[in-house]
Structure formats: C-alpha cells, structure tokens
C-alpha cells in the first residue's frame, strides 16, 4: 500500500496541524507499519497553501498511489486517487466572524466540497464529527473519529531544578497565570486578563503570562497592563517547564477543533482551567477546572478556587499526566491505516 502524504504543514511552525502531522508520522514509524509505504510530498520553494493543494498536489495525486492523505482540511478538486481528508474543526463554518475574511473565507467553501469528495473524513473527536455531517452534508459513515496524541517523550513534569532554570532564562517569575496559542478574540486571551486582573486583587504579585504570536487584533493587548508577559513563540523545550511551573493553565478559547496546549499542560502535571466547549468537556473534563465559556467571571472564579485551594490544585495537577496518557500517536497512527487499508482494497 503506497499512502501520499501533504508534508507542506510541517514547514510551518508548531501550529496546531503541524503537531498533529508530526505526530501522525512519528507515530507510523514507530509501529513500523509493514506493508506501507509513505511518501510526504513538500513544495521545494515557497508556495501559497491553495495553489499548493490545488496545482502541486492535484498532479501528485496521479503518481500510482492507493491513498493520498491531506491533513489541511481540503483536498485538490478532482483528485486521481482516494483521499483522506484531516478535518479539524469547522469553525470557519459556524463562527465566520472569528477568522479573517469572515464570510468571504475561502475555507467555507473548500472544506464542504472537500469533506464531500474525500473517500474519507478524519476528524479528532465525536462532537467535530458531528458538525461535519451537519454543516458539509457527508454521511457519518465516511467519517472516522482517529484522535490525536501527544509526545510523552517531549512533554512530561519536568524536574524542578531544570524547570527553574528555564524559567529564570526567560525572565518568569512565580506567581504566574499561563496561557499558550495564537493570540485572538476566539481564543479568549480577553478573558484570560480579565480573570487574571481580578485575581490580582487578592494576589497583587500574579502575572499573566502569555505565549504565542498575534493573529488577529485583541483590544485588551492594545496598551497591556505591566503584569502581563508576552514571550512570543518559546521553544517546545521550555513549555514544560512553563506548563509546570504556572499557578494554573489557562484555556478560555470559544471554540476549539482539539487544543493541544490542554493536551501538553497536562502531560506535564499543569493545572489547567479550561472553557467547558464540547471538545474540553469530551477531552479533558476529568483533570481540569471547567467554566462557561465566554463568562470573565466564572473564570475568576474558578481561578480563585485552584489557586487558593491547595487540594483541588494538587488533585488537577495529579490527574493531568494520568489523563495525558491516554493521548498516544500509535492509536492515531493505527486509526489511520485502518482507514488507508480500507481504501486500498476497494
């Protein structure tokens, strides 16, 4: 079995699609996969993403393979082979007002004409599965919850005096609230200053720290307050340490396809409070502290409990890891060549 894989998104930085590509990957290898044979296909020069999908990948598609795998949401338009398609989440669909472009968004045309043509869908959880049924119109049997991981080897409660030192190259002092991903109305980093402004009021040395790079315009980064950090993008080696280290992890977003700075807080033995959208409700209920998702004050509310209450702090930060290794590649590699064999036999 020959499986053609996009490898474009791992050119990129450690977005939320490159994690999950890299560790699909990794996971395949890792079982070693006898019978398969996979060729990631990657643009020599820089290319836009549609032209890439559409042009490039469009011909790849005719090289003799049994399945071809895209893991950004569409596939080409008249694709020579079967392919899979990586639907994260369709948020563009429901929540145009999120993302640039809104309405005019080419994803709110490509990702249903897409999902339609792919001999399969490949989504992370059932409640995304759902919605791409509903909003692209694909029966729910072409579409195959597969999961995601994380990698153990990577993310894991790290040593105190290695986090410590991480910590004082990056100039973080304890006591710090955390907050990791792009930064953007949708992932509710207006929220996260809110919450961790009231909380100041009883701890007047918190910080708030936040890692990720601007996407979108938040107006309460405009003229930030002094107690916010803003690191930028961190090397994968400093998060555990900051993960760890903070008095609580902070996951406000409005909606989430899957949320993989969640996923690795909690390998790493964080105290993570997270929005209750559906996807932390499916993922993560059991090691974190849920809120309404939109609501600043049930935020700092839920807030005031992990950080004042020591039990419930040592009881989230004990349940992470347990929950965390549930989350293995190997199970999402397995998932897809399931899927691939399937294919391959038609």
């Given at each position: 079995m020959r499986v053609g894989v996009?490898?474009?998104?791992?050119?990129?930085?450690r977005a939320g699609v490159a994690r999950y590509l890299e560790g699909l990957?990794?996971?395949?290898?890792?079982?070693?996969t006898p019978g398969a044979?996979?060729?990631?296909?990657?643009?020599?020069?820089?290319?836009g993403t549609l032209r890439w999908v559409m042009w490039d990948l469009q011909r790849a598609?005719?090289?003799?393979?049994d399945a071809f795998h895209f893991p950004f949401y569409y596939p080409p338009l008249a694709p020579r082979c079967p392919v899979t398609v990586a639907v994260h989440d369709v948020l563009a669909l429901e929540h145009p007002e999120w993302f640039r472009h809104g309405r005019a968004n080419p994803l709110r045309l490509l990702i249903p004409a897409g999902a339609r043509r792919a001999a399969a869908v490949l989504v992370g959880s059932p409640s995304v599965a759902e919605a791409v049924s509903e909003r692209c119109r694909v029966p729910m049997a072409r579409i195959h919850v597969t999961g995601y991981g994380v990698d153990h080897a990577r993310f894991a409660p790290p040593p105190e005096?290695?986090?410590?030192?991480?910590?004082?190259?990056?100039?973080?002092?304890?006591?710090?609230?955390l907050q990791v991903g792009s930064l953007e109305p949708r992932r509710g980093t207006d929220l996260a200053l809110a919450g961790c402004a009231s909380l100041r009021e009883r701890h007047p040395g918190l910080q708030l720290v936040l890692?990720?790079?601007?996407?979108?315009?938040?107006p309460a980064l405009r003229e930030p307050p002094s107690w916010v950090r803003r690191l930028g993008r961190v090397a994968?080696?400093?998060?555990?340490?900051?993960?760890?280290?903070?008095?609580?992890?902070?996951?406000?977003?409005?909606?989430?396809?899957?949320?993989?700075?969640?996923?690795?807080?909690?390998?790493?033995?964080?105290?993570?409070?997270?929005?209750?959208?559906?996807?932390?409700?499916?993922?993560?209920?059991r090691a974190v502290a849920l809120f309404a998702s939109g609501d600043a004050e049930a935020l700092a509310a839920a807030l005031t409990r992990v950080v004042e209450d020591a039990e419930v702090c040592r009881a989230l930060r004990s349940a992470g890891p347990a929950l965390a290794d549930r989350f293995s590649w190997a199970e999402v590699a397995r998932r897809h060549l399931q899927v691939w064999r399937t294919l391959g036999r038609r």
């Open positions: 996009d490898g474009k998104p791992l050119l990129s930085a990957l990794g996971g395949c290898a890792g079982l070693g044979e996979f060729d990631v296909v990657k643009p020599g020069r820089p290319r598609t005719g090289r003799g393979y005096d290695a986090a410590a030192g991480v910590l004082a190259r990056l100039g973080v002092t304890r006591p710090y609230l890692v990720g790079e601007v996407r979108a315009d938040v994968d080696a400093a998060l555990p340490a900051l993960y760890a280290g903070a008095a609580a992890v902070l996951a406000p977003s409005r909606g989430e396809g899957f949320d993989f700075p969640v996923l690795e807080a909690l390998a790493c033995g964080g105290a993570v409070v997270a929005s209750d959208i559906a996807v932390h409700r499916e993922h993560f209920a």
